[in-house]
């Protein structure tokens, strides 16, 4: 049987590297998107500010992150999160909870207005943490996120950049 905190560990250098590939402008998003949703359960589900969004399949879920993604850019807020830390507590032998921490640093703006949101948002960017499900397959060698809940990414977007979702 695998350790279930040594494989959640797996999971986060793992997400954390398909994050970054994001924050680099010579990728096209769908790498990002490809390689984050190969760390998805078939049916993760997000729960966000009360909505919540299940991806079917891997097809499913490149395409939604791919699409978060160019929102992000086309806001002028840009991609590049960084992970900063992480906490893993186990609740069975196959799952774990686990908790991510992001710095997002926001582009530069181009014209000097300071994009959309507060210009003091710039430069060291703002953290938050997402929570998320770990799961292990049930013969304990894939181990994938299951589900995340995301609300203090988006108080802290909103905070932030109140014009993300206009």
């Known amino acids: 049987m695998v350790n279930i ?3 959640a560990k797996t999971a986060i250098t793992a997400y954390a590297s398909a994050v970054s590939l994001a924050g680099n402008s010579s990728n096209p ?11 998805y359960h078939a049916n993760f589900t997000s ?11 891997k ?12 929102k992000y850019n086309q806001s002028g807020l840009g991609t590049d999160f960084r992970y900063e830390r992480s906490r893993i507590e186990a609740v069975g032998r196959g799952s774990a909870v686990v908790w991510i921490t ?3 640093v926001p582009a530069q703006p181009e014209s000097g207005e300071g994009g959309k949101g507060k210009t003091n948002s710039y430069g060291k960017g703002w953290m938050f943490t997402d929570v998320y499900g770990f799961r292990t397959s049930a013969d304990g ?16 977007l909103l905070e932030n950049y109140p014009q993300f979702f206009y």
């Open 29 to 39: 998003y769908s790498i990002a998107a490809a390689a984050m949703a190969e760390l």
């Open 5 to 7: 905190i040594t494989a």
């Open 102 to 104: 992001w710095r997002i």
């Open 47 to 57: 729960f966000t500010l009360g909505s919540t969004t299940v991806f079917p399949d």
């Open 141 to 156: 060698q894939i181990g994938a996120w299951e589900w995340s809940n995301a609300d203090v990414e988006y108080e802290k």
């Open 59 to 70: 097809t499913f879920a490149t395409t939604a992150i791919e699409r978060n993604l160019v």
